[in-house]
C-alpha cells in the first residue's frame, strides 16, 4: 500500500476517501508544518498531498527522501512549488485546474461588485446605526455599461467574463494567445497590456503568476489606465506592486481595489487596510464545500493516476 503524507486537514469525505486507499499520514491539527518537519514526515512516504501555504522550495525537494514519486498540490495554482528542482529530482507536480473555476469567478464578481459599489464602507457605516439614506450617500460605480478588461483568458478569465457579460459589461482582454471565436465570446482581445489597461474602467486580474507577470500593474503601467478605473485580483498577489497601487488609489487614479489574494499572505499593506475603498477578502476564491470537495478528489485522482499509469493528466512540470 502506498504511503501517502497530506500536509493540511482536507474535508472529511476526501480523508476518509484517501485513508481508504493508502496509507495515510494525516495532518490533525491542520498546524502549517515547518520545511523540516515536511522533510522529516515525509519519510517513507510514496507521495504529499500540499497546500498552496507550503513552501516546496529547491532546498526542501532536494531534501525529501527519494521514495517520493509526485506532489500533488491542492490548489491550481503552483507558484509554491520549485517546478523545475522537481522535475531534476523525478518527482511529478500536478494541480486542480477546472474544478474551482465557478467558485472563483463567482469571487471574482463578489470582488467587482464590492469594490464598484463600496461595500466595505457600506458595512462599516451599517454597524455604527447612525446612517441616513441621502441622494448622494455612498454612491459608487455601475458595472452595466462599463467596460472590463481581463488579464488572463483561461478557464477562470472566461468564467468571469459570462457573468460580467451578464451583468452588461462590456468585455476585453489580453492573453498571450488570442482565443478562437467560440472561446472569445464576442471579447474583444487586445495583443499589449497598454491597450487593454487603457480600455479597462474594471480590470479582473486571472493569470497565473509566473517571471512575466510578476508586478505587472506597476508605477507606469498604472498610467494606462482610464482615471478612476477599478481593479480586483482573484489570481495572486505577486502581479500587483502594492506601494505603486497605494499611490494610485491615493491620487485616484485607482478608484477602488477589491482584492482576495495578497503578496506575503495573510500580511495585507497596511495601504490597503487603512483605505475606505479597498474591499478585501482572505483567498476565499475557493472556498465553497462543493469545491473544496472536488479540489481535494481531483488531488486525490492525480495521485491515483499516476501510481497506474506513470503520469498524469494534470502534471504541471
Ligand atoms: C488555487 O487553487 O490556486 C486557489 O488559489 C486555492 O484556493
Known amino acids: 500500500m502506498k504511503k501517502i503524507l497530506i500536509t493540511r486537514r482536507l474535508l472529511k469525505s476526501n480523508e476518509e476517501r484517501a485513508s481508504k486507499i493508502w496509507n495515510v499520514k494525516l ?4 498546524e502549517v508544518y515547518s520545511q523540516g518537519e515536511l522533510i522529516k514526515l515525509s519519510k517513507n512516504c510514496d507521495g504529499i498531498l500540499t497546500s498552496i501555504v507550503d513552501k516546496i522550495d529547491k532546498k526542501l525537494i532536494e531534501s525529501l527522501p527519494a521514495s517520493v514519486k ?8 503552483f507558484g509554491n512549488i520549485d517546478l523545475d528542482a522537481a522535475k531534476n529530482r523525478n518527482i511529478v507536480v ?7 473555476t465557478d467558485a472563483t469567478a463567482e469571487i471574482a464578481m463578489l470582488l467587482i461588485l464590492g469594490a ?3 461595500a466595505n464602507e457600506g458595512i462599516q457605516i451599517s454597524k455604527t446605526q447612525t446612517w441616513q439614506w441621502s441622494a448622494d450617500f455612498l454612491i459608487g ?4 455599461g462599463s467596460r472590463l478588461g481581463i488579464l488572463g483568458m483561461g478557464r477562470i478569465g472566461r468564467a468571469v467574463a459570462k457573468r460580467a ?4 459589461m462590456e468585455i476585453h482582454y489580453h492573453n498571450r494567445s488570442r482565443l478562437n471565436k ?8 487586445h495583443d499589449n497590456i497598454k491597450d487593454l489597461f487603457s480600455v479597462s474602467d474594471f480590470l479582473s486580474i486571472n493569470c497565473p503568476a509566473t517571471e512575466k ?3 505587472i500593474i506597476n508605477k507606469d503601467s498604472l498610467k494606462f489606465f482610464p482615471n478612476g478605473a477599478i481593479i480586483t485580483n482573484s489570481a495572486r498577489g505577486d502581479m500587483i506592486e502594492d506601494n505603486a497601487m497605494v499611490e494610485a488609489l491615493k491620487i485616484k487614479k485607482i478608484y477602488a481595489l477589491g482584492l482576495d489574494v495578497y503578496k506575503g499572505e495573510p500580511k495585507i499593506s497596511s495601504g490597503y487596510l487603512n483605505h475606505p475603498k479597498v474591499f478585501v477578502l482572505p483567498h476565499l476564491g475557493s472556498a465553497t464545500k462543493k469545491t473544496r470537495t472536488d479540489m481535494a478528489d481531483l488531488a486525490i485522482n492525480n495521485i491515483e493516476e499516476f501510481f497506474k499509469t506513470g503520469t498524469c493528466v494534470n502534471k504541471v512540470n
Do not use: C, H
Open 27 to 30: 495532518n490533525a491539527t491542520d
Open 70 to 77: 509526485i506532489i500533488s498540490n491542492f490548489a491550481v495554482g
Open 94 to 100: 500536478t494541480n486542480t485546474p477546472d474544478v474551482l
Open 116 to 118: 464598484a459599489r463600496r
Open 141 to 144: 460605480k455601475q458595472l452595466s
Open 165 to 168: 457579460k451578464s451583468f452588461g
Open 182 to 189: 467560440e472561446l472569445e465570446s464576442g471579447a474583444t482581445y
Open 213 to 215: 507577470t510578476k508586478n
